[in-house]
């Protein structure tokens, strides 16, 4: 009988149980880690590949940061005869009574030429006007803000992501080329070509244009033409169906529209930085005032109310000579031509007069401010309806109003009486505020840069937020 024993030996398969489990086991916990491991790997590559997506999905629609969410702005890309056809003609621009080429004006970004005499080397010889003081002409502001909201902080080319969108269309520049055409049809056709390519273009679609808005560079009355007669005055751009939803910021807004808005006339100072202003507030802080008011202007038809009032302003300033100071700016006397005289006239003065004029509004308003001089109003709506983003609501914290009825009253002096009649604590304090409002009222360089600070509100900011908001607020009706 053979040894069973031996047999066993020499038949591995057939070893202690114990073994034999032992490497089941081994295999069995190997294949639940390398499962394991392939779970795991899964898992990373699915967040890695779920964090990259949305990474680039936060690149592609073009989210900076959040301090641009709720501000960003779209500029529609319009066609050139929009815009920069327009001053490239700029001589049909130009009008014959002009005194300076319009071509000249839209130099440096719409501001200008550089004010003062300069030296060879190109630096103004008179450093109180230097480098930031240009010869801006009152009707540049859609060249102006157009050239600073390209370089907006918080622009996107994703519209979806927009808070509003921008129309570059230079309606005030290309009302002037169309003024003297007799054709009603000629001056309203570019009006009407706009509104036709916009409604073409997606961005339209969404709102139906309440989320749009358009910068003009003239009073709203040049754009209200109700009448197809060859003499009416200007075009119908504001009158059109489509206009009814876009919101116009303006020089001067119609009192019974609620889709203008008066942001201000360009003045003569646009700052680099923060730094200037604060120089130029302090520097008209403590200015010799030594004339107690004057008036810079020209003599309109009394046939209206608003030539009636500014020349019974000119007569009182003339009959107090000793206290106010008249600068004619009528075409023979030439007596406006020169901003360094203007703004040293308004540096001088405590109190600057502000009649309406040809409308309602003045640029003069703001070149006073600039001065720290204290307007004087006549009409209501020469600032206090119209300019309520950037003026305080307080009217008389800054200025002071003078009724037209008061004008009629029996003394030639009344303006005098009536300004020598405010106690000096008060009138120091409205010039503080006056002053405190410049940053509020000068457009600055639109290649502004504050690297160590930051940078105060312009006349751009102020106007670019308050249209946002009241975009904001259709939106939110609108989704009720």
């Excluded at 009409?379 to 119209?386: D, H, L």
Aim: net charge positive; glycine share 6%; aromatic share 8%.
């Amino acid at each position: 009988m053979k040894n069973n024993n031996n047999n066993i030996e020499n038949q591995p398969w057939k070893k202690k149980p114990t073994i034999l489990l032992l490497l089941l086991s081994l295999l069995t916990i190997s294949l639940l880690l390398l499962r394991l491991s392939q779970n795991k790997l899964i898992l990373i590559t699915t967040i890695t590949t779920t964090n990259t997506s949305k990474s680039d999905h936060h690149k592609s629609s073009g989210v900076k940061d959040d301090s641009c969410i709720g501000r960003y702005i779209y500029i529609h890309n319009l066609p050139s005869r929009f815009n920069i056809d327009i001053i490239k003609d700029c001589k049909s621009i130009s009008r014959p009574k002009d005194k300076v080429s319009m071509c000249k004006h839209l130099e440096n970004s719409g501001f200008g030429p550089l004010i003062g005499e300069f030296n060879g080397d190109g630096v103004s010889t008179d450093s109180q006007y230097s480098p930031s003081w240009y010869a801006t002409n009152q009707f540049m502001l859609e060249v102006i803000f157009h050239e600073k909201m390209k370089r907006y902080d918080c622009l996107t080319r994703n519209s979806s992501l927009a808070s509003a969108i921008y129309i570059p269309y230079y309606a005030g520049l290309d009302f002037r080329r169309s003024l003297r055409r007799r054709n009603v049809a000629a001056r309203d056709a570019a009006g009407k070509e706009l509104v036709k390519w916009l409604k073409k273009q997606p961005q339209w679609k969404g709102m139906s244009g309440k989320d749009h808005f358009l910068v003009t560079g003239r009073i709203s009355r040049d754009f209200r033409r109700n009448s197809d007669s060859k003499y009416g005055w200007g075009t119908n751009l504001m009158l059109l169906p489509e206009s009814d939803n876009l919101s116009f910021l303006t020089i001067e807004r119609s009192p019974t529209s609620h889709n203008e808005f008066a942001i201000p006339y360009p003045t003569y100072f646009h700052p680099t930085s923060t730094s200037e202003i604060l120089r130029w507030q302090e520097k008209i802080k403590v200015t010799n005032r030594t004339i107690l008011f004057s008036f810079a202007g020209a003599e309109r038809p009394s046939r209206n109310q608003n030539g009636l009032v500014r020349t019974r302003v000119i007569q009182q300033c003339k009959s107090s000579s000793k206290t106010c100071r008249f600068l004619d700016c009528g075409v023979k006397a030439n007596g406006c031509d020169d901003p360094i005289s203007l703004m040293k006239l308004f540096e001088s003065s405590v109190f600057c007069l502000q009649p309406p004029g040809d409308s309602l509004t003045r640029r003069s308003v703001f070149d006073s401010i600039l001065a720290g001089c204290i307007p004087v109003f006549f009409n209501q709506g020469s600032a206090y309806k119209q300019y309520v983003w950037h003026l305080p609501k307080n009217n008389d914290e800054y200025s002071v109003y003078i009724p037209v009825k008061e004008l009629r009253t029996v003394g030639r002096n009344k303006i005098e009486k009536i300004l020598l009649g405010i106690p000096n604590e008060k009138v120091v304090k409205m010039r503080e505020n006056v002053i405190r409002l410049v940053p509020k009222i000068v457009y600055t360089k639109p290649n502004r840069k504050e690297p160590n600070r930051e940078a105060l509100e312009d006349a751009f900011d102020v106007a670019v937020k308050g249209v946002v908001k009241r975009i904001e607020g259709i939106r939110r009706e609108t989704n009720r």
